[in-house]
């Protein structure tokens, strides 16, 4: 029982907003001592893994690339490319970024999406412009809205879509497990399973980001009459 | 043949460039900082596999100090609005070139150079097909946006480093939660969880446990930030005993939907750092450093939804 004073250090850290580092650090040793390994023990673990997992940090290598097209115009591009397509809006811009991002991931193609490659340079400076292509000027709130939509189109589209390709990592950790536990299924069996509830997320997210187009008219038509809520200049992610 | 060490090298030099002009930055007040903290994450990929477990749990530490006092934001020199919109006008469509050749490298690297051989010894490491094509995807990116555009020769390392200050000290927050799942795996809380559940909650009938598990399913995940942490200990604890052994419900339609479960607790935690913290900082979102930041708040709506939707498939489809 006591082992689970890491996850307690965990919450409360979050919940007192100290910089999450320092949290999961404490939480790590908090969690190692407790659970029966000594200090040093406990350190190692932690340095053992974090190399192991350095992979995970290898994304940020793209960012030289999306910097330097940032630089030369990119999310200017993205948005006169969108200000050119008639009844493009945001909400229809992100549902058909959620579909093909949900296509591609059930295809086995989970990098073509992803926050820094695709998010940030272009998904969502085009969901911005649709937007004020459409109403003008948009207040700060609801273009921080935007942004935050375009990153949840990407990962609801993802989680959502990818497990019904049969070689991905939780599919196979689900046949890895039952295996383990003398249960043999294919992944073929698993990953058809993940259909129906793609289905249901296609129906409900997509509702939602049609529902979102009337949110943006509104928050703009609650703004107009405050212009101090108003951003008159229409900067992009970089600013 | 191509290891993931090469990727590993090629990020340990940007990182340490990075480093140093964080270190030249008279603008950053905290340029030390950023300079040490890059520097050490250099030190990290170049050197990594050559330090004890211990010597790579100090440089964490350290990093954690640094992180913790506060990364300043460097200012290196950019273009501004007018010339952006300028070139933009100029080159057109064709900007877009660069940033396809990322992921249309990633998917060639899967598909077709994964296979190459040459003299028996495969191109690429077999292991990590995609993580190598990446690298080798951003190497070609910056040499065809380089021709492209002319910038000053430092342009990509300047303009990156632009970047990665604004994620700041959270671009090493994902790799910190996988070894912070690493120490619970190895402390054995999982189990203590998942006996924790069983003990307390009565299993019966089926639905009770479905909605237990997949509730199970997605809070572990909220703690853990990763559904693959939570799968083991929630299946083990609920679904193998008492949903397929007692309830005889199907095993794979039980499985895969409790996995979509634990996705929807992904959707609403920042412990899942590289989805819903990373963005925010990218998006330089106001409230990136609150809990319920407004990319985990824009998730939350669908994730409740497809929590109980889930709990339906699964009560309707498996039993």
């Known amino acids: 029982m006591l082992v689970l004073l890491g996850i307690a250090v965990v919450v409360v850290g979050f919940l007192a907003r100290i910089n999450p580092l320092v949290v999961i650090l404490t939480a790590a040793i908090v969690t190692g001592l407790t659970g029966g390994l000594g200090a040093v023990e406990t350190i190692s673990a932690f340095g053992g893994a974090f190399n192991d997992n350095r992979y995970i940090s290898i994304v940020w290598l793209v960012l030289p690339v999306i910097g330097l097209l940032e630089r030369a115009g990119l999310q200017e591009q993205a948005r006169r490319l969108i200000s050119s397509v008639r009844g493009a809006t945001t909400g229809r811009l992100l549902l058909a970024y959620f579909f093909a991002r949900q296509v591609t991931a059930a295809l086995g193609q989970t990098k073509l999406g992803g926050h820094p490659q695709m998010v940030r340079p272009l998904i969502a400076p085009m969901a911005e412009a649709a937007a004020e292509t459409r109403h003008g000027p948009i207040p700060d709130a609801t273009r921080f809205r935007i942004r935050s939509h375009a990153a949840a189109a990407d990962n609801i589209g993802l989680f959502f879509g990818e497990d019904i390709f049969i070689a991905i990592a939780s599919i196979l950790l689900i046949k890895g497990f039952l295996e383990q536990n003398g249960i043999i299924v294919q992944p073929l069996e698993l990953s058809v399973w993940a259909i129906p509830t793609a289905i249901v997320a296609l129906l409900v997210h997509g509702t939602r980001l049609v529902l979102f187009d009337r949110r943006i008219a509104r928050e703009v038509a609650a703004g107009e009459g405050d212009a101090s809520a108003r951003s008159t200049t229409s900067s992009g992610a970089g600013e | ?319």
């Open chain 2, 1 to 319: 043949m191509i290891t993931l060490d090469f990727v590993y090298l090629l990020a340990g030099l940007v990182f340490a460039a990075w480093a140093v002009l964080s270190a030249m930055d008279a603008a950053n007040p905290r340029r030390w900082i950023n300079a040490g903290f890059w520097g050490l994450l250099a030190f990290s990929f170049t050197f990594g596999d050559r330090l004890t477990d211990f010597a790579n749990g100090l440089l964490v530490i350290a990093l954690v100090i640094l992180g913790g006092i506060g990364l300043g934001q460097g200012q290196p020199k950019t273009t501004t609005p007018t010339e952006r919109a300028a070139s933009a006008e100029r080159l057109g469509a064709k900007l877009f070139i660069p940033a396809l050749i990322i992921p249309v490298t990633a998917l060639l690297g899967t598909l077709v150079l994964a296979k190459i051989e040459i003299g028996g010894t495969p191109l690429f490491d077999p292991d990590d097909p995609t993580l190598i094509a990446l690298g080798l995807g951003v190497l070609l990116a910056v040499g065809v946006g380089m021709a492209l555009i002319r910038p000053p020769l430092m342009a990509p390392v300047q303009e990156g480093r632009r970047l990665m200050d604004a994620v700041g000290w959270a671009a090493i927050l994902p790799q910190m939660l996988a070894a912070l799942g690493a120490v619970f795996a190895l402390a054995g809380v999982g189990e203590v969880v998942g006996g924790l559940v069983a003990d307390t909650i009565p299993m019966n009938g089926p639905l009770i446990g479905v909605v237990t598990y997949c509730l199970g399913m997605a809070l572990f995940t909220i703690i853990m930030g990763n559904a693959f942490a939570a799968f083991p200990v929630m299946t083990a604890a609920i679904a193998l005993p008492f949903l397929i052994g007692q309830f005889e419900g199907d095993v794979a339609i039980v499985c895969a939907i409790g996995m979509l479960a634990g996705f929807c607790g992904t959707l609403m935690t920042p412990m899942a750092a590289n989805f819903n913290v990373v963005p925010a900082n990218l998006l330089e979102l106001p409230d990136r450093n609150r809990m319920l930041n407004g990319v985990i708040r824009a998730q939350i709506p669908t994730a409740l939804i497809m929590l109980v939707a889930n709990m339906a498939l699964m009560y309707f489809l498996a039993f």
